[in-house]
């Protein structure tokens, strides 16, 4: 059986959901392009999000972000990976589901918390409170992820690759964007 992605995937979801693992192992799986619209951003402002966050400010870099998900979706059949707000932006939710199609891994909020907690590099967590921070943006942003054309659920201890076949398996229900080809 062989799979042939028609349009561009965007995974969407909170910090910590596993975008960037998921997607990376969902590219390698489908044989196609790994995309990373945080990466995009960084490599051309020359300096990581938490350095743009403090200097030019979250509308500043929303708009970059915008920018990057409009440029790179336009890549035919890709895995697109996107930032934790970037799917907040209803023009951004228009141009992914005109272009590609979003899928929401949906994580608990006691797993997000695990996976970030440690981690320096979310700028939007660094306040007094990070728990109580990312409960309040998790409780925001959950209504809106929930508008994703699809929805993967992330388990705690699922492997990657696990949580990749589930991602191909909810595809799969959209013959529009994934094909399956038997040989």
């Known amino acids: 059986m062989t799979l042939r992605l028609k349009k561009t995937v965007v995974l969407i ?23 990373d619209s945080d990466e995009e951003i960084e490599r051309a402002a020359a300096m990581s999000i938490p350095e743009i966050f403090a200097r030019d400010g979250e509308d500043f870099f929303r708009a970059r972000e915008s920018e990057v998900i409009s440029r790179l979706i336009t890549n035919e059949g890709a895995i697109l990976s996107t930032g934790g707000g970037a799917f907040l932006q209803a023009r951004n939710r228009e141009v992914i589901h005109e272009q ?35 409960t309040e943006i998790y409780h925001k942003r959950v209504p809106i992820y929930a508008k994703a054309d699809l929805r993967v659920t992330s388990e705690p201890r699922l492997p990657i690759p696990e949580m990749a076949n589930r991602v191909v398996e909810a595809l799969k229900t959209r013959p529009d964007v994934l094909e399956v080809c038997d040989d």
Do not use: C, I, Y
């Open 13 to 35: 979801g909170m910090m910590g959901a596993g975008k960037t693992a998921v997607g990376r192992a969902l590219a390698e799986r489908l044989h196609v392009p790994f995309l």
């Open 100 to 134: 590609g199609v979003s899928v929401w891994l949906d994580a608990e909020l006691q797993t997000l918390w695990n996976r970030v907690r440690h981690k320096n590099t979310r700028p939007l967590l660094r306040t007094r409170d990070p728990k109580a921070t990312l």
